[in-house]
């Protein structure tokens, strides 16, 4: 056991290292990260539109998981990834440098993520194409999807 005071820095720096580190496990996090996962899957209602259609989708038809597989670790994911419409999200996906759509390599932030969600403009700037529905989201429920996604492998 060191000085008092040694402890308590340590204390204080595991602290600040929790809290400074995005998607760092805190009970805080855990219920975004289960809001996310309810939007994902339907559970709790999204609403979103396709480009050009003016009414906004039905919210069974707007969850991420009709068109997304839903992303479980493991041997599950594997079975399911195949029949996705669009592509597996994980935090892998997102978070690498890849060149998606033809534009330069780019990685997703919790900023360009839910831009990407509400206007269809990739992290590099390229317009996705209009089967992704643009959503309206609360910046609460774009963080839980954001830390839903980053939580699968
Ligand atoms: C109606 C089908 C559909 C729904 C619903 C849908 N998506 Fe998509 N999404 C797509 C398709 C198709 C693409 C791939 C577009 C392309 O690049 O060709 C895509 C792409 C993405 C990308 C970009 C991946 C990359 O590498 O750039 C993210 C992120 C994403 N979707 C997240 C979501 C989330 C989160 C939801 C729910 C809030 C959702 N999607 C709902 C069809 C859908």
Redesign the pocket.
């Known amino acids: 056991m060191g000085p008092w005071w040694f402890t308590a820095c340590a204390i204080a720096a595991a602290l600040a290292a929790a809290l400074a580190t995005p998607g760092a496990a805190s009970p805080n996090n855990d219920s975004a990260v289960q809001r996310g996962l309810q939007?994902?899957a339907g559970a709790a209602p999204?609403q979103?539109t396709?480009t050009g259609h003016a009414a906004p989708l039905p919210p069974g038809?707007?969850?991420?998981i009709?068109?997304?597989a839903l992303g479980t670790a493991g041997p599950a994911r594997a079975a399911s990834a195949p029949s996705s419409?669009?592509?597996l999200?994980t935090r892998e996906?997102?978070t690498q440098r890849?060149a998606?759509?033809g534009g330069p390599p780019s990685a997703?932030d919790e900023t360009n993520?839910c831009r990407?969600?509400r206007t269809g403009i990739?992290p590099a700037y390229v317009l996705?194409?209009r089967?992704?529905?643009r959503?309206t989201l609360a910046d609460a429920d774009c963080r839980g999807?954001w830390l839903y996604?980053n939580s699968l492998p």
């Open positions: 939007l994902y999204l979103g396709i038809a707007a969850r991420c009709n068109c997304h419409f669009g592509p999200i996906r997102l890849i998606r759509r997703y993520f990407l969600l990739d996705i194409p089967d992704m529905p959503y999807l996604l």
